[in-house]
């Protein structure tokens, strides 16, 4: 394999410690254990830091593995390394002196429940690179800030973190929360108020240009040119460090007024004893994030009241006994799982056996490895039922023919009489879903043993291991 200069030297071999020395500065640039770049930095300059070809390694690693789509020049994550053997020079050059120029970003919409959607901003490969050095160095840096009530895209930090600080507020009987809206966040954080909080921090005037261009790129939406004037585009890798920094200022503020709370990316509960103190937290932090971020606070959808019911993170809350709170899984979220089982087991949607075992086993793996610290098994026996039925269905049509029908029947053991009326039946596919026809011969058990993997299943191994 061709070798890529000194900036790029090893990008494909294992991660290496390298100590180098920058303006008679000395540096450590090290991969701790939770995959976190360790950066000490003396006097050192943040740049030199970023473009270190250790941290440039790892960063390539990083897009490769992550993969994902294209940028506007449509160069795919399989081409960088051909691109970067043409181009890495030049780059690096362009980085250091300043000329480096970020590309538009690619906006594309996901849809999300009520038939709205979301934008994403999908940058280049190359920008992502560059973008993944600049987050490597800094994460470290602001980690040693970050509030310890923030969850969102940080290590050893997540969803289930979140939700564990929760249930603890909640059983120490703060039980009243402001379930805080930040009106489409992303798309209208302030540039100048970003900046100015990232230059408290990054010292180094190269870096925050660099930040700023991208902040300033643009989007490309279907072949159309937008100025970016606000916001912090969702899908790049520094967008989640970006909006934590902003957001950083709201934990500050919070935990300067004693308040419990615990946020995740922007999804934030403030945590009360009472509806009539919430009403006043509501109101006092609206008016500092309104004023102080420049961010507006949804109004409407901003709640104030009881926890029980309310949805966060997908989980909702409930009491298992007095004073003590549990987990379970909010009924949108159940609904969003029978709407993805039904895409699956369609029985028009032209995939086999094999692919809709398998889809099955990766999507119920994912869902119960997410919800995992719910309390949930008497509600998942009933969806496993209504899976069965589906399973059934699917392969009742499959079955197509009588002579398929009757011999399929014979092989799972029914009758030879039984099994001739059966396939005979004329009745639709739902009704003999439901049928003892099915019933009787297509049990949990059997379906099992063909390859089909249901709930119960899943969740028993996670609370095993």
Same mark, same amino acid.
């Given at each position: 394999?061709?070798?890529? /200069?000194?900036?790029?030297?090893?990008?494909?071999?294992?991660?290496?410690?390298?100590?180098? /020395?920058?303006?008679?500065?000395?540096? $450590?640039?090290?991969?701790?254990?939770?995959?976190?770049?360790?950066?000490?930095?003396?006097?050192?300059?943040?740049?030199?830091?970023?473009?270190?070809?250790? &941290?440039?390694?790892?960063?390539?690693?990083?897009?490769?593995?992550?993969?994902?789509?294209?940028?506007?020049?449509? *160069?795919?994550? +399989?081409?960088?390394?051909?691109? @970067?053997?043409?181009?890495?020079?030049?780059?690096?050059?362009?980085?250091?002196?300043?000329?480096?120029?970020?590309?538009?970003?690619?906006?594309?919409?996901?849809?999300?429940?009520?038939?709205?959607?979301?934008? *994403?901003?999908?940058?280049?490969?190359?920008?992502?690179?560059?973008?993944?050095?600049?987050?490597?160095?800094?994460?470290?840096?602001?980690?040693?800030?970050?509030?310890?009530?923030?969850?969102?895209?940080?290590?050893?930090?997540?969803?289930?973190?979140?939700?564990? %600080?929760? %249930?603890?507020?909640?059983?120490?009987?703060?039980?009243?929360?402001?379930?805080?809206?930040? %009106?489409?966040?992303?798309?209208?954080?302030?540039? /100048?108020? #970003?900046?100015? #909080? *990232?230059?408290?921090?990054?010292?180094?005037?190269?870096?925050?240009?660099?930040?700023?261009?991208?902040?300033?790129?643009? =989007?490309?939406?279907?072949?159309?040119?937008?100025?970016?004037?606000?916001?912090?585009?969702?899908?790049?890798?520094?967008?989640?460090? @970006?909006?934590?920094?902003?957001?950083?200022? @709201?934990?500050?503020?919070?935990?300067?007024?004693?308040?419990?709370?615990?946020?995740?990316?922007?999804?934030?509960?403030?945590?009360?004893?009472?509806?009539?103190?919430?009403?006043?937290?509501?109101?006092?932090?609206?008016? $500092?994030? +309104?004023?102080? @971020?420049?961010?507006?606070? &949804?109004?409407?959808?901003?709640?104030?009241?009881?926890?029980?019911?309310?949805?966060?993170?997908?989980?909702?809350?409930?009491?298992?006994?007095?004073?003590?709170?549990?987990?379970?899984?909010?009924?949108?979220?159940?609904?969003?799982?029978?709407?993805?089982? !039904?895409?699956?087991?369609?029985?028009?949607?032209?995939?086999?056996?094999?692919?809709?075992?398998?889809?099955?086993?990766?999507?119920?793996?994912?869902?119960?490895?997410?919800?995992?610290?719910?309390?949930? /098994?008497?509600?998942?026996?009933?969806?496993?039922?209504?899976?069965?039925?589906?399973?059934?269905?699917?392969?009742?049509?499959?079955?197509?023919?009588?002579?398929? !029908?009757?011999?399929?029947?014979?092989?799972?053991?029914?009758?030879?009489?039984?099994?001739?009326?059966?396939?005979?039946?004329?009745?639709?596919?739902?009704?003999?879903?439901?049928?003892?026809?099915?019933?009787?011969?297509? !049990?949990?058990?059997?379906?099992?043993?063909?390859?089909?993997?249901?709930?119960?299943?899943?969740?028993?191994?996670?609370? =095993?291991?």
């Amino acid at each position: 394999m061709q070798k890529i /200069s000194n900036h790029f030297d090893n990008y494909l071999g294992k991660d290496r410690t390298e100590s180098e /020395s920058y303006q008679g500065v000395q540096t $450590f640039i090290g991969i701790t254990e939770n995959n976190l770049t360790e950066v000490h930095l003396g006097q050192g300059k943040l740049l030199e830091l970023i473009l270190n070809p250790s &941290n440039m390694n790892l960063a390539y690693k990083r897009v490769r593995s992550n993969k994902g789509s294209f940028g506007i020049d449509k *160069l795919s994550t +399989e081409h960088l390394q051909e691109w @970067l053997l043409k181009h890495k020079e030049s780059l690096i050059e362009s980085l250091e002196k300043g000329k480096y120029k970020p590309q538009a970003v690619r906006r594309v919409e996901i849809p999300k429940e009520g038939g709205k959607t979301r934008s *994403l901003g999908i940058p280049t490969v190359v920008d992502r690179l560059v973008q993944q050095s600049i987050i490597q160095i800094l994460t470290p840096i602001y980690e040693q800030e970050f509030h310890t009530s923030s969850h969102g895209f940080r290590p050893k930090r997540g969803c289930h973190t979140a939700l564990k %600080e929760v %249930e603890s507020h909640l059983n120490d009987e703060y039980c009243y929360v402001v379930d805080l809206d930040l %009106e489409k966040f992303f798309d209208t954080v302030n540039h /100048s108020r #970003l900046i100015e #909080l *990232l230059s408290k921090k990054v010292k180094d005037p190269r870096v925050i240009s660099l930040i700023h261009k991208y902040l300033r790129a643009g =989007v490309v939406v279907v072949n159309k040119f937008e100025e970016s004037v606000l916001g912090v585009p969702q899908g790049g890798p520094l967008s989640p460090l @970006l909006s934590n920094i902003m957001l950083h200022e @709201l934990d500050k503020e919070l935990a300067r007024r004693g308040h419990r709370f615990v946020r995740y990316a922007d999804d934030c509960l403030i945590f009360c004893k009472s509806k009539r103190a919430c009403l006043r937290v509501k109101e006092s932090i609206t008016a $500092f994030i +309104e004023s102080v @971020l420049y961010l507006r606070v &949804n109004k409407e959808k901003t709640t104030v009241g009881y926890i029980r019911g309310k949805k966060f993170l997908g989980y909702s809350f409930y009491n298992k006994s007095k004073g003590k709170w549990g987990l379970c899984v909010h009924p949108k979220s159940y609904g969003k799982l029978k709407d993805r089982l !039904k895409e699956i087991t369609n029985r028009s949607n032209g995939m086999g056996y094999e692919k809709i075992k398998e889809l099955l086993r990766y999507y119920l793996q994912g869902w119960i490895s997410y919800f995992k610290l719910a309390d949930m /098994s008497n509600k998942i026996k009933r969806i496993d039922e209504w899976l069965r039925f589906r399973i059934r269905m699917l392969i009742w049509k499959s079955w197509k023919k009588i002579s398929t !029908k009757y011999n399929n029947l014979k092989k799972i053991g029914v009758k030879d009489n039984q099994a001739y009326q059966w396939a005979n039946t004329r009745k639709g596919y739902c009704r003999t879903a439901l049928s003892p026809i099915l019933q009787i011969t297509l !049990k949990m058990q059997t379906l099992r043993k063909a390859g089909y993997t249901f709930l119960t299943d899943m969740y028993l191994k996670c609370i =095993v291991n």
